[in-house]
Every structure is written in structure tokens, then in C-alpha cells.
DNA sequence: TCCGAGGATTGATCTGGATCAAAGCATTCA
DNA sequence: TGAATGCTTTGATCCAGATCAATCCTCGGA
């Protein structure tokens, strides 16, 4: 069953997915060959040599998704695959009563859908404009079968998410308000940094709503912590995002 | 780094790892082969052919670990990989000041040990009596290599373990004590049924603090809890576990 | 330039679960 | 048989973060 219909009654306003006018603003751009792609080197693509590459060039679909619109929905079945070449995805499960938590954001060279399996076992939006190269499922397992080389990132992709699952398992389960607030500064710095970025300033390009469903917390606690870690010269908020001013200090908050 | 200096001087008493004395009272078993192993049609062993099987066979040691022994610790260098075959054990990792977050209870057919990395992302001790199979990891990992069926199978089997984390974070971030633990003894009665139980009664061999630290709440809460869905005929203590009587009122609160 | 909408911030108050404290209950060992 | 040890339960109180309720930006469109 889909949420579809709980999805549309909710607070979280979405943008319709699948929909050819939705995605209108961002034309295709499949003149972009996998070779030339720019997070190819931090993306599971990296595993494959270039004639594969070239297979896979061919089962590729760019994509681009405005603000807010949705990939796909949880328990929904699963019809393709994603890698994120540029913006933010929030994945996030929902309670019967409209409930939510952000189980991760998406980020360039990020693949989504790594399980493979028959259905999603999340949601998924965009939260700025994200352009995304789309993989048919079926046709992907296929071309990973024949690849262990592909398989082995999967795998180690995977893992690799499973252990960041269960540091915000940690972080849900066992650390304060600050805490929680400095432990994601961090990660996202690190993040960003492994993306190329300078990470002086982290650009936060959702909500807090979203943060505090990331979190753990509600939005006005988000934003609490936020103006008192400003106050005490740990960070100053800029628009659309925070400039960290005293790493240290942030870093013994968050310290795992 | 270990955690074991702090493990030693905090709240959590455990067993030493690794010394054989501490494992006197279980002897070794390789008579058993892997071919008649209770646990192997739930285990990732299943995606072996016979000749594959055997070779594992020569590959494993079957160890037995004492309750409360610790299998490694968290940030150690990773040498073995495990496949429990009888009894529970806890994953957990802890925060440096002793914070305790349990991300998983291990149970027959279950692997420890998926990401084949360098390092344990988290502790492990055995909760009561336990048997499993240990491999050399990167004896383990050779044989993987070679054995694409295996790899596929522990694939399924990292993004399963990331699928129940997924639904263990929105239990730590979204929901109350009651729902917590109504989620959990839904889980592990549907958990146990797969395993061939009949599960009309849950054996909890974990004290209320490894619940407690499993759902993010303290042991007294937990107690209270349990107290009142007793006293409201949902389910009936019994020793090591607890008796589900009114299972439609806890699927309603445990409901995803 | 003003207006409206969608955030974000801040304040006042409430409460679920934590914390502190004291029994209670089995085992095991002397 | 008693007493020590290691859970578990229950009670009293406290507090971090939730909830309820105004404002307060900020930016895009008229």
C-alpha cells in the first residue's frame, strides 16, 4: 500500500511525482556521457571499467527534479534506481498518524535504492532542484549480476550506510538536543569535505522541520539550539546555512 | 582505538574476550559439518552449493561463548566474522562518557560481521549461552571473491540489517515508551515465528537495561511500561520472558 | 511599495520520561 | 539457613524538550 493518499492529507505539502509537467523547468540532458561524469569518482559508477561504463551510459536516464517534488514513495513498488549528481534528497518513513523521520539526505555521488528490492522502503523529495540519473531496476539487477566488480561497491555502499544508520541510531537514542545539533554539523562538514568542499560554511538547504525530523526533535527546538549555539559563538546562521566559528566546541558536543 | 578501557571501568561488566579460559566450559564441536547445521536454511551459508559448503566446512571453528562474554570490541581490528547459531547476542557502541545504545540483537542464522571492514563498528557480547561459527576474516573474504552467489546472498543480508535500522530509528526518533516497546515485542514475535517458534511466549533472555538500551529509554521506564501493559492484560510476565495475551491491542500500538 | 505566504524565532507553559531513592525477589554460595 | 549479589519493581520528584501561541523575517509577485 502506498502513503500516498496519507502523503497528500498531511502537513507535508509534496510536489506530485512521475509527471511530465512537474519536471518541465529541467530539460534532459543524456548528451552527458558517465565518462565525463563529475561524481562519478565518489559514486559506486568508479567500479566499472570503461566499456562498462558505457553499458551503463546507455541505460541511464538524467534527470531533474524541482524543490520539493517527489521521487518515489514508500511501499510503492520499486521501479528504478537513483544516483544523485546534484542538490539534496530527504528519505524519510512516516507513521499512520503523519509522524515522520528522515532516515538520511541524499547528497551528490549518493545511490539510492542500493537494497534492489521489489519495493521502497522509504520515501523520497527533493529538497532543492536535484538532478539524478534514473537506472530501470530490473535492467540494473541485470547489469549487476553480470558485474561483481559493481556488486562489491554495492555491497560496500551498503554497509557503509548501515554504519551511518547506526550512528544516528546513537544519535536518536542516546544524545541530547545539542548534542544531536553538533554531531550533524560534523558529519555534514566531514560530508562535505570528502565532496570537494571547502565546509567553511555548511549550506542547510532544508527546513527545520526537516532537521527536526532528521533529529529526533520538533522544529522549535531545532531552531533553540541553533540561536543559542549562535549566541555563544559557536556558529553563526547565514542564509541558508551555518558558518561554524569554534569547531572545537562543536566537536565535543558531537563527540562520538 | 578500543573502548575496552572504558568498558572495564564502567556500569556494563562484561567477560574478557578471547581468553580460553573464559571458555572452558564450552569445548569445541567441529564434529558437526555445515551440511547438517539447524540454522544454515536461514543463514547466508544457504546460497552455497555442496562442494562450496565443504569447503566453508574446513574454513569455520565452532566456539560457544559464556553469558555476558564479550565477542570483540567496538573500533578493534576486525580478524574473525561470525554466524550465530544458538543463543542472542547484543550489538552495541558506546559514547565516551558510557552511554550505551544497543543497535541490534543477534539470533540463530544471523551473521556478525557483514561489512567485512578493517574495524568493528560496534561491541558484541553474548547475552546467554551462545554457539556460532567463527571464520578469519580475511579468510572469509577470499572465499567470498570467488563465490558470487555468497556475496549476492550477504548483499540481501546488509540491506535487510539496513531496512530493520531504518525502522529501529523511526522507533528511537518518533515514537513513545509504549509504542516503543509494543514495536519491539511485535518485532521479535514475528522474528522468532521465522525462526520456527511457536512464540505464544517470548523468551527475553536481555535484562531491562539492554532494553532499555535498545529503545532508547532507562531501565525504569521499561519496567514501568511492561507493569502496566500487564496490569492492563496485554501481555503476562513470565520468567526470561513475557507472554503476549492480547496481541491485537499491541500490534495497535507497536503499528508502523 | 505593499502584501501574502512560507519559513524561522521566541516566549510561556506543560508533560513524558529521566533521575533519585528505596524495597522486593531470586539465585548462588558459605 | 542466611546473607550477599544482581536484577526488577515501585514511588517521589525533576527537567529537557514538547506543545501552544505569537511575532518576525524574507522574498516573490502585484
Known amino acids: 500500500m502506498s502513503t500516498r493518499a496519507a502523503l497528500d492529507t498531511e502537513a507535508y505539502e509534496v510536489v506530485a511525482p512521475s509527471q511530465r509537467t512537474s519536471r518541465r523547468s529541467c530539460k534532459r540532458e543524456n548528451d552527458e556521457a558517465c565518462r565525463e561524469c563529475a561524481v562519478r569518482s565518489v559514486s559506486v559508477c568508479d567500479a566499472l571499467e570503461p566499456d562498462d561504463l558505457a553499458t551503463l551510459n546507455l541505460l541511464k536516464e538524467k534527470l531533474c527534479f524541482n524543490p520539493k517534488e517527489?521521487?518515489?514513495?514508500?511501499?510503492?513498488?520499486?521501479?528504478?534506481?537513483?544516483?544523485?549528481?546534484?542538490?539534496?534528497?530527504?528519505?524519510?518513513?512516516?507513521?499512520?498518524?503523519?509522524r515522520r523521520q528522515i532516515v538520511g539526505f541524499m547528497m551528490p555521488g549518493d545511490f539510492i535504492g542500493l537494497s534492489l528490492s521489489e519495493r521502497n522502503g522509504y520515501s523520497a523529495d527533493a529538497i532543492d532542484t536535484v538532478h539524478a540519473c534514473r537506472f530501470n531496476r530490473a535492467d540494473f539487477v541485470s547489469f549487476v549480476v553480470a558485474k561483481p566488480n559493481l556488486l562489491r561497491k554495492l555491497h560496500e555502499a551498503a554497509t557503509h550506510e548501515l554504519t551511518l544508520a547506526q550512528d544516528h541510531m546513537v544519535l536518536l537514542g542516546r544524545r541530547s538536543a545539542d548534542e544531536k545539533m553538533a554531531s550533524f554539523l560534523v558529519t555534514m562538514r566531514d560530508r562535505l569535505i570528502r565532496?570537494?568542499?571547502?565546509?567553511?560554511?555548511?549550506?542547510?538547504?532544508?527546513?527545520?522541520?526537516?532537521?527536526?525530523?532528521?533529529?529526533?526533535?520538533?522544529?522549535?527546538t531545532v531552531s533553540r539550539v541553533i540561536s543559542r549555539l549562535g549566541r555563544e559563538r559557536v556558529l553563526l546562521v547565514v542564509p541558508n546555512g551555518i558558518r561554524i566559528l569554534n569547531s572545537a566546541r562543536l566537536e565535543e558536543l558531537g563527540a562520538s
Open 70 to 98: 517527489t521521487l518515489f514513495y514508500q511501499d510503492d513498488s520499486a521501479l528504478s534506481v537513483y544516483n544523485v549528481t546534484s542538490g539534496s534528497v530527504r528519505l524519510y518513513k512516516l507513521l499512520p498518524d503523519g
Open 195 to 220: 565532496l570537494g568542499s571547502s565546509a567553511v560554511t555548511i549550506p542547510l538547504p532544508m527546513t527545520r522541520q526537516d532537521l527536526a525530523d532528521y533529529l529526533g526533535l520538533t522544529l522549535e
